[in-house]
């Protein structure tokens, strides 16, 4: 998702980022499993085989990567919470993961260079999008964070993964086929990515088109789950947030770009799991790019000739009871962009204490370049 963006940080801040990433991964499960009451649970065991969405690339035609996937499955049911019968949620899992990145190569000056091993967590929550008979047809998204073994310091000839820790993000489309009473057959394909948000760059990014079986055994009786006890805002209402991050500069570990980011709009309430919404995002830049000091202030696509950059933009909002998923697309009104980038667009996570403040994460982007992570907090009117 990433392949061009390039910085780079000190290792406590991207620390810091990820402990972020990972609190919000902990909270998800734990929230919902609470919902779950005592209704019927399984364990997943999951093989996958893998192709480099690069591979058009020459050097890139025979990469490959091959994984296993192990998870604890929470069943969801209607009882449990809106969204959940609103979405047509089945279950939510956690589990581990570990991808052979060792046939995924990177050639430069007539040298491979292995991607190494990938082990991590991914959480994720599977939605029914059609039943025929027994058999459902799911979509799968999942959020985690995972180490790979092999960098752009472990290997410095190379650009595509910039630091150890990564995310990771997946979708997939599967059948889950009933064996019997208690075991399933999944069969799925999906699309993996792995890269860190421009937090250390270069930082190019592992992209892979997988195919995958699984075998799902349930665990334990199922029995009505509880009552939900969260309530979003059930009106149109405004929100505003604040934030800051970083952005790495080329190849080193202690220097770093610093951004500040606000955000002020209006929700438009759909049900007790969608919003529309509408909003400008503002971005204070603590370093501007100089074209006399070019290589001390780059920022490739987020390269600023001001301090302000100004944009409106549209999306929705995804209420999973206090966690919220949202992405937005938008135009800049005020952006002196080195590149004359004119178009931007949004993603992340929210976490609500109360229908009024909570958590916030957002990542911007340019294109498929990853500009920088805002992590700070919001407000509901």
């Not at 088109?209 to 029995?223: R, V």
Request: aromatic share 14%; hydrophobic share 40%.
């Amino acid at each position: 998702m990433i392949p061009f963006a390039i910085a780079s940080t000190e290792k406590r801040v991207l620390t810091f980022r990820w402990i972020g990433g990972l609190v919000l991964l902990l909270i998800f499960p734990a929230w919902l499993t609470a919902q779950t009451g005592n209704a019927r649970n399984s364990l997943s065991v999951k093989t996958s085989y893998g192709i480099d969405m690069d591979r058009s690339h020459p050097n890139r035609s025979d990469n490959h990567l091959y994984g296993l996937h192990v998870s604890y499955d929470w069943r969801l049911t209607p009882e449990n919470a809106d969204w959940v019968r609103i979405l047509n949620a089945q279950s939510l899992s956690l589990g581990l993961v570990w991808h052979n990145l060792s046939f995924m190569r990177e050639l430069v000056d007539s040298t491979h260079y292995s991607g190494g091993q990938a082990i991590g967590t991914l959480a994720e929550v599977d939605f029914q999008l059609l039943r025929l008979g027994s058999t459902k047809l799911l979509f799968t998204p999942g959020l985690g964070i995972s180490y790979i073994t092999e960098t752009i310091f472990t290997q410095p000839a190379t650009s595509t993964i910039g630091s150890h820790i990564n995310l990771s993000i997946s979708g997939e489309i599967s059948l889950e086929i009933p064996l019997s009473p208690h075991t399933s057959l999944l069969a799925g394909g999906s699309v993996h990515h792995y890269s860190n948000g421009g937090i250390a760059v270069p930082n190019g990014g592992w992209n892979a088109l997988l195919g995958s079986m699984a075998i799902k055994s349930a665990l334990g009786k199922s029995t009505p789950g509880d009552q939900e006890v969260y309530r979003h805002f059930e009106s149109n209402h405004a929100e505003i947030w604040f934030g800051a991050g970083v952005r790495g500069r080329y190849r080193t570990k202690g220097d770093k770009f610093y951004r500040s980011g606000a955000y002020a709009g209006y929700n438009f309430y759909i049900n007790k799991a969608l919003l529309l919404k509408f909003g400008s995002h503002a971005v204070y830049h603590h370093t501007v790019f100089d074209p006399d000091r070019f290589d001390e202030t780059f920022q490739y696509y987020g390269s600023s000739l001001e301090r302000i950059r100004l944009g409106i933009a549209a999306g929705a909002d995804f209420m999973l009871g206090p966690i919220v998923i949202h992405g937005m697309y938008g135009k800049y009104i005020h952006y002196r962009s080195y590149h004359n980038v004119q178009w931007y667009w949004v993603y992340g996570l929210r976490y609500f204490f109360t229908p009024n403040i909570g958590l916030q994460n957002t990542h911007l982007l340019h294109g498929a370049q990853a500009d920088y992570m805002n992590w700070g907090i919001i407000f509901r009117i």
